[in-house]
């Protein structure tokens, strides 16, 4: 998500109000494949959170940071390999005037 701010308007402190842009750069069908290779020991730990109320996705979460499993370099190309037209929706944001200060963040916090 990229926020930007709104021309003319401006909060207490001087800030512009937030207008909001969403972008999805997550390639769900190669991450979803990605998930699908995951090993059976990721699935378990999953269906176990999920079974006892805790958090399912942070397995797959532990997993993508694993070098071994995933890893980030692995997990940023595949971000860069297949999402360049939103990547380049979010720039083009940036490049407007008075587009920024801006907060990009994603489900698990800001990058």
């Known amino acids: 998500m990229a926020v930007g701010l ?4 401006e909060d207490a402190m001087g800030f512009g109000t937030p207008d909001r842009e969403t972008f999805n ?3 769900t069908k190669e991450f979803g494949l990605a998930m699908l290779r995951m090993p059976w020991r990721v699935w378990r730990s999953a269906l176990g959170n999920l079974a006892t109320g805790h958090d399912a996705r942070k397995p797959f979460v532990d997993a993508f940071a694993d070098e ?3 890893g980030f370099t692995k997990y940023y190309t595949i971000i860069l390999e297949h999402a360049k037209k939103n990547i380049a929706g979010v720039m083009r944001i940036f490049a407007k005037e008075k587009a920024l200060p801006a907060l990009v963040h994603c489900a698990h916090g800001k990058d």
């Open 6 to 9: 709104t021309d003319g308007m």
């Open 25 to 27: 750069v997550i390639p």
């Open 68 to 70: 071994q499993l995933l």
